[in-house]
Each structure stands twice: as structure tokens, then as C-alpha cells.
């Protein structure tokens, strides 16, 4: 039994980090339909930035607000010099875009930073919780809260706010949306932005405990988008789902299966719910009444 | 109000308009005759900017529009009920309402909202439900609707009665009528030539992307060929 427990405490804690990044990929989506393959790449900008400023001698919380703000400026470039002048093109090119991205800001960050790996002390340090034989470190329920809060950030935005609503309408109906009076360019560019803060704050807070390096970016968009597919893309209550979920069939297939399959079973997780339920646990039903 | 002079326009490299001139004075209702893919929606699409032209000018009220973005004419006082409806299906009745008031989201809306609710109750009683749950003819009404929330000097409508029953046609038409009452200048497309006609002041006839006639309502109602083309005398 507490073997148990402690395989789903470590599915948690590694779950959440996978929530937290895919996360990042829903507000893009939502607002221009394009998956974000450099996501993996903000989550590394956030926690890198936030190492080296601190190395560089700036107190940590100031240092990961300044990685924030880095990393939105890339967001924001990324946007206006990569997506922009490719309007009109097809989503899959879109998305080809943004691996091209990816690529590169991974190798900016291997000149800029360094090739090793770096840690950031907890935020919430002191010893591990003990429940029934088994420990979660407090800086897990960290990024859960992180998760948590993320969601009902994006979830008042989209319901509460007229910029949110503007950014639903750009994704349900672009030429509508520029009818009313909507400039859609900067309301996509606002969602680069929105995305690459959700991004910059999964880095700096799952660097703890994953470790951070120029290129943890890559497995991390992979499950990251794994678990946004297995919640359904572009639903932020699902992504924190699908985070949990593939976190917890990651543990306790390494733990009573082999740890040998633990990143198999991301790749088994795509191709169940490409092939059996498309849109994921919570992907949108369509509205659309013809 | 507004002079549209020699636009040209197509898409990729088949051109749709060869050269189009119109002209509306405040307080007028035009409207467009044509067959279909005579090239009106182009024309519309065009004034509005999510259409781009290769050659000719657009002038609004003293202002060249040609190298204005779409949003940035809204503003000016241009607004749109495309063809089609295309309302924001996912979000609610009121906040697609509140999303035509986008250019002056800083105004207070619950007066305006109440008005539109009166021109449509059916609306009000919908308020809060998915705009993609509508009826044809509600989507009509919440596309005219959201496109009066932007407080336009010149209406745009194209086709507003497609695929609605004859009651719902005459009902929509009946609001156009009222919308010149209260001072708005309007831009018809419309299939039905004749209940266009019954409402317009002048009216233009586009073949081929081409104006070929023009003249006022009565002229265009006695005249031959628009009765055999388009009044099936
Ligand atoms: N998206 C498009 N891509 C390519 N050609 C188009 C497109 N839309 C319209 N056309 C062409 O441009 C021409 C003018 O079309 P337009 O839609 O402006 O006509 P219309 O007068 O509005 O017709 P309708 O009465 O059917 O609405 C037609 O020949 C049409 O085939
Ligand atoms: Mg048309």
C-alpha cells in the first residue's frame, strides 16, 4: 500500500509538471488554431533566464520575473516575425513555423546559456509531507497550485473579460471578428504573449524539481502535448487532467512495470486518443448548428 | 458619404471586379442587383477592407479608406452584416451583441443592448445561449443586431433575407426601412429584387463585375431588361 501511494504521489508531482505545460499550449490554440511546438522551448526560457540572473547575482523572485518578461518578448517576436508574415498560410504550416522555432531557439539558448544542467532551490522549501508511508515534497503542491491558479486565471479571462471574448471570436470567426472591428493580429499576438507567460512560470517552477538545461524543452512540449491531446486540445481544465493522468500512468508504469517504458507510455497516450477519441477527454464540442 | 471609383479586385489571379464606381448619399438606401457571382459580396468585402484591391479608390466621408485596415473603418463608422451571418457560435447571444460595440467598448452598452432587444425580443429571450444554437432567422437578427452595436453612419447588409421564410424576409426588411428613418445610410444586396427595390432609393446592377445599370428605384422597376433579368416579368 505504500508502495502504491508513493508511485502516485510521484505520478502527481511529475503529472503537474506536465499540466503546467500543457497549460501554455491552450491559448494559442484557441485563438489561431496552431499548435505551439516551441511551447517547450518558453518553459526552458523561464526557468534558464531565471538560473542565470540569479547566478549573475539578482534575488531569484526578481530574477523569475524578469524571465517572464523575457520570455513573453520572445513570445511577442516570435508572433510578429515568424506567424505573422506566414498569415494565411495553413495551420500545418503554421506549426512547421513553429518547430523551425523551436529548433532555433534551442540553439540560442546553448550559445546564450550554457550545456549543463542547473537547479533552482525550492520555492517552498522543508521536508517532505509524510502520508501513509508515503512522501510528496511541498515543491510539488507548488506546481499543482500553479496549475490551479493558471486555470482559473484563463478561465476569468475568457469569461469575464471583453478581451477574452474578442480572442474566442477571432478563433470561431476570423473575418466576423475583423468585421466588428476586432484587429485580430494583435489579438493572436496577444495569445503568443498569454502563452509564453504560462510557459515562463511552468519553468520556473518545475525547474526544482525536474532540473533545467537548453534543450529540457523538447521531451517536455512532447508530454506536455501528449497530456493537452489526452485532456482535448485547447481546454485548460483538460490539460491539467491530462497532465495528472499521463503523469500517473507514467509512475506506475515505471513502477510495476519498467521505468524502461516510462516515456513509451506518452507515445501510446497519442496515439490511443488520435485514434479513439480525437478530441481528447474535454475537447470542445462543437456549437455550430448548420 | 461614400464613393467607391474604378475598383478592381479578385482572388489570386482571376479578377471579380473590373473597375466598379458607386456613389451613396447620407440617408440613402442602395441597393445592389445581380446575379449570383456578379461580384457584390466582392464589392462589399471590399469597402470594408477583408477584401484587398489591386487598383481604384474608396472614399468615406473625406477619408481615402483604401490603406485603412478592416478594424480601423469600423471605427470610422462602416459596419457589415456579411453574407452568410457568421455570428460567434460559441459565445453568447449578448456577448456577441457586446463584441459589435468592440470600437467603443469604453461607451455604456445597457442602453444600446436594450434597444436592439426591442428591434429583436426574440434575442433578449435568447440572450443567454450559444449564438451557434440560433435559428437561421435568429442569426439574422443577432448578425444585424451586433452590426447596429457599432453605432455605423453606413450599413453594409449582403443579403440579409437568404434562406429566411417570407414572414421573417418582410420582417428584416420592415427594420431596414425603420434603420433610414432613424438616419442610417444602407448598402443592400439582396436576391429578392423586387422587395429590395420596394425599399431603396437607387439602385446599381452589377453583371460580370461590371455596373451595368444604374438609376432610381422607379426607373430600375420600369426598366425592361432588370424586369426580364431580375423581376422574372
Ligand atoms: N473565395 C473565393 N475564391 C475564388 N473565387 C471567388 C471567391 N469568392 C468569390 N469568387 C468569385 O468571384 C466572383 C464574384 O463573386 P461574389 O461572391 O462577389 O458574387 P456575388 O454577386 O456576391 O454572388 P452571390 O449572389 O452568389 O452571393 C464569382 O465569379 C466567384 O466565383
Ligand atoms: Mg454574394
Known sequence: ?290 | MLSVEDVRSGYGRIEALHGVSINIAAGEIVTLLGANGAGKTTLIRAICGVQPISAGRIRFENRQLEDLPAHARVALGIAQVPEGRQVFAPLSVEDNLKLGAWTRRDANLVAELASIYELFPMLAANRHISAGMLSGGQQQMLAIGRALMAKPRLLLLDEPSMGLAPILVEQILDVVRGLKQAGLTVLLVEQNARAALAIADRGYVVETGRIATSGSAAQLLADDRVQAAYLGV
Open chain 1, 1 to 290: 500500500m505504500p508502495e502504491f501511494l508513493q508511485f502516485a504521489f510521484s505520478g502527481l508531482t511529475v503529472g503537474a509538471v506536465y499540466a503546467l505545460v500543457a497549460l501554455g499550449f491552450t491559448p494559442i490554440y484557441n485563438a489561431s488554431d496552431v499548435i505551439n511546438f516551441a511551447q517547450g522551448e518558453f518553459v526552458m526560457l523561464g526557468g534558464m533566464t531565471t538560473v542565470f540572473l540569479g547566478l549573475a547575482g539578482v534575488p531569484l523572485p526578481l530574477a523569475a520575473c524578469l524571465a517572464v518578461v523575457v520570455t513573453v518578448a520572445v513570445g511577442l517576436a516570435l508572433h510578429r516575425f515568424a506567424i505573422e508574415p506566414a498569415r494565411g498560410a495553413s495551420a500545418v504550416a503554421l506549426i512547421m513555423i513553429t518547430i523551425g522555432a523551436s529548433i532555433f531557439l534551442r540553439g540560442a539558448a546553448q550559445v546564450v546559456f550554457d550545456k549543463r544542467f542547473h537547479s533552482l532551490p525550492p520555492w517552498i522549501g522543508g521536508d517532505a509531507i509524510r502520508v501513509g508511508g508515503a512522501t510528496i515534497l511541498p515543491q510539488s503542491l507548488v506546481v499543482l497550485g500553479g496549475a490551479v491558479v493558471i486555470v482559473v486565471l484563463l478561465w476569468a479571462f475568457i469569461e469575464r473579460t471583453l478581451i477574452g471574448k474578442a480572442m474566442v471570436a477571432t478563433a470561431a470567426n476570423e473575418l466576423a471578428a475583423r468585421l466588428v472591428g476586432i484587429d485580430t493580429r494583435r489579438i493572436v499576438g496577444l495569445s503568443f504573449a498569454i502563452s509564453a507567460a504560462i510557459g515562463a512560470v511552468a519553468g520556473i517552477l518545475i525547474s526544482p524539481i525536474t532540473l533545467t538545461s537548453y534543450d529540457v524543452g523538447t521531451l517536455l512540449a512532447l508530454k506536455g502535448f501528449a497530456a493537452a491531446m489526452l485532456g482535448g486540445i485547447g481546454s485548460a481544465v483538460g490539460a491539467v487532467v491530462g497532465g495528472l493522468l499521463l503523469g500517473l500512468l507514467e509512475a506506475f508504469a515505471a513502477g510495476y512495470v519498467s521505468s524502461q517504458y516510462k516515456d513509451a507510455v506518452a507515445f501510446l497516450v497519442i496515439l490511443i486518443v488520435l485514434l479513439a477519441i480525437p478530441r481528447g477527454l474535454f475537447g470542445r464540442a462543437s456549437v455550430e448548428r448548420v
